[in-house]
């Protein structure tokens, strides 16, 4: 699968805040065809201690195309679909979706976005693709 446009700048801010990638992509391993593969998988040892360490799965989009709604619809599908996966796999790691901060600023405040996310409970995780940081963890 092509790779989004902001994948390596999303790989690229996880390890400045100090994540692992473990998986570049973390392939689903159910009986899908084509596989499914969400786009990043990282760590983080938050005390030190191998059993408390965090998990994620990271699935990036850009939302670059005409419309955006429909990039939405795709997305919020990809989501709901690869974190089932994830529960059946590997239940401990956390699923998000990344989204560049100026999309997040212009678009996720409409209601059926907003509505979307909260009825499916979408963890999003926020970046600045010119700072190269993370803006904000949203659970």
Known sequence: MAKDKFHLIVRLVLEKAGWIITHDPYYLEEEADP????????????????????KIAVEVKSFLRVS?????YTALGQF???????????????????VEETVYRKFFHLKTVDRGIAQNQVKLLIFNAQSKEIVLWKD
């Open 80 to 98: 709901i679909s690869y974190r089932s996966g994830l529960e059946i796999q590997e239940p401990e790691r956390i699923l998000y979706l990344a």
């Open 35 to 54: 596989k499914q593969e969400i786009d990043l998988a990282a760590e983080k040892d938050m005390v030190g201690a191998e059993r408390n360490g965090q």
């Open 68 to 72: 955006f709604i429909y990039e939405f």
